[in-house]
């Protein structure tokens, strides 16, 4: 018996589209369930000619009310961050992984819970990621913590390892292994990936500043490896 194909955005992402027909596009994608609960896509933002591009796990609770991405309390970390590090925030191009908010909704009040996205719906996810990819061909792009380091380096790469460090670009056409880094489109000759912690870390953690300081810390290799 054949087996059914597994559902992706791919057939929501138009073809040699810009930024903005990405993110109408994106609007009305259900590449995934998560669009039934999520009060509306959340696309990326940002420079479409910038050499950097940001990408985290999912939206939040206050990015699925925007419409935008990081505008919540680890938006602002990251402000902070990308400031202290020596990189305009205005000339970056941030995303998730994931376009949808997925959440519990708490036993009493309203508050709606964040959850990790599964390895199905980053994968079904990925076709816009490539797509934004392919049309600002940064020169550097930064994963924000594990989930969105696994869904462009592989599911066996480990931020806690090997963070803070520029990485060869890798092949996102298919999803991505231990084998799958090669050379990519950007500008420079080698452009580059860089894993780090998500803004969100440094405001769980009991020692916050110095999870935040290790957090800009990897920002200012990043911003090195921009000016150089």
């Not at 452009?191 to 300081?213: F, G, K, N």
Request: glycine fraction near 8%; aromatic fraction near 4%.
């Amino acid at each position: 018996m054949a087996r059914t194909p597994k559902r992706t955005a791919a057939e929501f992402v138009p073809a040699d589209a810009d930024l903005e027909e990405l993110k109408r596009a994106a609007r009305s994608c259900q590449g995934c369930d998560l669009y039934r609960e999520a009060t509306q896509t959340v696309f990326g933002d940002g420079d479409p000619d910038a050499r950097v591009v940001l990408v985290g796990e999912i939206p939040g609770d206050q990015e699925d009310r925007q419409g935008q991405p990081f505008v919540g309390p680890a938006g602002r970390v990251l402000d902070r961050a990308l400031e202290d590090a020596g990189i305009d925030r205005d000339r970056t191009y941030v995303t998730n992984a994931v376009k949808h908010f997925k959440f519990t909704q708490a036993e009493r009040g309203k508050r709606r819970l964040h959850k990790t996205p599964t390895r199905t719906e980053i994968v079904a996810c990925r076709p816009w990621l490539i797509a934004e990819l392919q049309v600002v061909d940064p020169e550097l792009l930064i994963c924000l913590g594990a989930t969105a380091s696994k869904a462009v380096l592989g599911t066996d790469f480990k931020v806690t390892v090997d963070r803070g460090k520029l990485l060869p670009w890798p092949d996102l056409s298919e999803p991505a292994g231990p084998s799958a880094a090669r050379a990519g489109r950007g500008r420079g000759p080698e452009p580059r990936v860089l894993a780090t912690i998500h803004p969100s870390a440094a405001l769980r953690a009991e020692d916050r500043e110095e999870v935040y300081a290790g957090l800009v810390a990897d920002l200012r290799v990043a911003a090195s490896a921009l000016g150089s």
